[in-house]
């Protein structure tokens, strides 16, 4: 039989050719992103050891992560491991400093003019509306066409940090045709709406249901709706892998594509809570290897068919996708094979 479609192609979506750095080429809206490291842009240490964990993404930070002295010089040790390290296998991404900084255009221009060859992705910060998502598509566009680079090839990642942000998160995942991810921001979130708890990511006192679940679904709606991921934010007891397990497993079980890692020892738990299980991978390649089939001349033209016990159709194929896209991202090989059936 011949294989299905790829679910990691690049998306064709009309959006491609309309934004407004038009016109762009298509952004891979999916690449692995089951654990995002974050990085201090400062810390030359940090930034070997990075190299060789096995994180699907890195993001280099420039923002929270760096004190304010140490930005400057932290945007060209940055550059320098870019273009000399070793990042194989690995999406690679700088966070910016916010626009309301003084900051974001520089760290911009040194980055992407120094090591734009070598980049993915930029990470904006605290986004609050639109514009501000269109001001760093147009800066990044300009740098592109000075630069030589082939313009739309970096990706924009926006990160929801308070209620204007997540009021305004349909439109801004909308902003741009370079935009990848919608990422949760919980610690900046959380002080914003006064929520009663210093523990990033846990619940607050007091509250009996998940104080989180609006704000992650209309982050993950407003993905979805666009073709785009969306990254559950960082949970900061590093040492507490077993309270970083249950936030993660609420996030995934929502459609999350992925969470931020702060610690090393937080990778192997995020990459595992955000691949399917061997079980459900091999299922999900039967299911369309079976619609393949049945839809087929050789299969009789049905639109259902019986796999098992189990009867499969059209919606079936579309939640397979998701589950074999989500296990081969991450490199899982199936260990079950389609028979066809008995006449």
Same mark, same amino acid.
């Given at each position: 039989?011949?294989?299905?479609?790829?679910?990691?192609? %690049?998306?064709?979506?009309?959006?491609?050719? %309309?934004?407004?750095?038009?016109?762009?080429?298509?952004?891979?809206?999916?690449?692995?992103?089951?654990?995002? !490291?974050?990085?201090?842009? #400062?810390?030359?240490?940090?930034?070997?050891?990075?190299?060789?964990?096995?994180?699907?993404?890195?993001?280099?930070?420039?923002?929270?992560?760096?004190?304010?002295?140490?930005?400057?010089?932290?945007?060209?040790?940055?550059?320098?491991?870019?273009?000399?390290?070793?990042?194989?296998?690995?999406?690679?991404?700088?966070?910016?400093?916010? $626009?309301?900084?003084?900051?974001?255009?520089?760290?911009?221009?040194?980055?992407?003019?120094?090591?734009? /060859?070598?980049?993915?992705?930029?990470?904006?910060?605290?986004? *609050?509306?639109?514009?501000?998502?269109?001001?760093?598509?147009?800066?990044? %566009?300009?740098? @592109?066409?000075?630069?030589?680079?082939?313009?739309?090839?970096?990706?924009?990642?926006?990160?929801?940090?308070?209620?204007?942000?997540?009021?305004?998160?349909?439109?801004?995942?909308?902003?741009?045709?370079?935009?990848? %991810?919608?990422?949760?921001?919980?610690?900046?979130?959380?002080?914003?709406?006064?929520?009663?708890?210093?523990?990033?990511?846990? *619940?607050?006192?007091?509250? +009996?249901?998940?104080?989180?679940?609006?704000?992650?679904?209309? &982050? !993950?709606?407003?993905?979805?709706?666009?073709?785009?991921?969306? &990254?559950?934010?960082?949970?900061?007891?590093?040492?507490?892998?077993?309270?970083?397990?249950?936030?993660?497993?609420?996030?995934?079980?929502?459609?999350?594509?992925?969470? $931020?890692?702060?610690?090393?020892?937080?990778?192997?738990?995020?990459? @595992?809570?955000?691949?399917?299980?061997?079980?459900?991978?091999?299922?999900?390649?039967?299911?369309?290897?079976?619609?393949?089939?049945?839809?087929? @001349?050789?299969?009789?033209?049905?639109?259902?068919?019986?796999?098992?016990?189990?009867?499969?159709? @059209?919606?079936?194929?579309?939640?397979?996708?998701?589950?074999?896209?989500? +296990?081969?991202?991450?490199?899982? /090989?199936?260990? #079950?094979?389609?028979?066809?059936?008995?006449?």
């Amino acid at each position: 039989m011949s294989s299905h479609p790829s679910p990691t192609a %690049t998306l064709p979506d009309g959006r491609l050719a %309309t934004g407004p750095s038009s016109p762009v080429t298509p952004v891979n809206r999916l690449r692995p992103r089951r654990s995002c !490291l974050a990085v201090p842009g #400062s810390n030359p240490r940090f930034l070997e050891k990075a190299q060789g964990l096995p994180a699907d993404q890195v993001f280099l930070d420039l923002e929270d992560a760096c004190a304010p002295l140490a930005k400057p010089e932290a945007r060209h040790t940055i550059v320098k491991f870019l273009n000399e390290g070793d990042w194989t296998g690995k999406t690679r991404v700088v966070r910016v400093n916010d $626009w309301t900084t003084e900051w974001t255009y520089r760290d911009v221009v040194t980055v992407v003019e120094g090591a734009g /060859q070598n980049l993915d992705c930029i990470m904006l910060p605290k986004v *609050q509306d639109a514009q501000q998502v269109v001001a760093l598509d147009l800066l990044l %566009t300009q740098i @592109e066409k000075t630069m030589g680079f082939e313009v739309g090839k970096i990706g924009i990642e926006a990160q929801i940090e308070n209620a204007k942000g997540l009021n305004n998160v349909n439109a801004i995942a909308e902003a741009s045709p370079r935009t990848e %991810t919608i990422i949760f921001g919980p610690a900046d979130f959380m002080a914003s709406i006064n929520m009663k708890t210093l523990v990033v990511g846990e *619940q607050p006192p007091g509250y +009996g249901a998940d104080a989180y679940h609006y704000i992650l679904m209309k &982050i !993950l709606m407003a993905a979805r709706a666009n073709d785009l991921q969306a &990254i559950d934010g960082p949970y900061l007891q590093i040492r507490n892998v077993d309270g970083y397990r249950e936030v993660a497993k609420r996030a995934a079980a929502l459609g999350f594509d992925g969470k $931020w890692v702060l610690h090393p020892g937080q990778v192997e738990a995020s990459n @595992e809570i955000f691949s399917p299980s061997q079980e459900d991978f091999d299922h999900a390649e039967l299911i369309l290897d079976a619609y393949e089939y049945c839809t087929s @001349e050789a299969g009789g033209k049905k639109g259902s068919a019986m796999l098992g016990d189990e009867m499969i159709d @059209e919606a079936s194929r579309k939640m397979a996708l998701v589950i074999s896209g989500k +296990g081969r991202a991450a490199g899982m /090989q199936r260990t #079950s094979k389609f028979e066809i059936p008995e006449a």
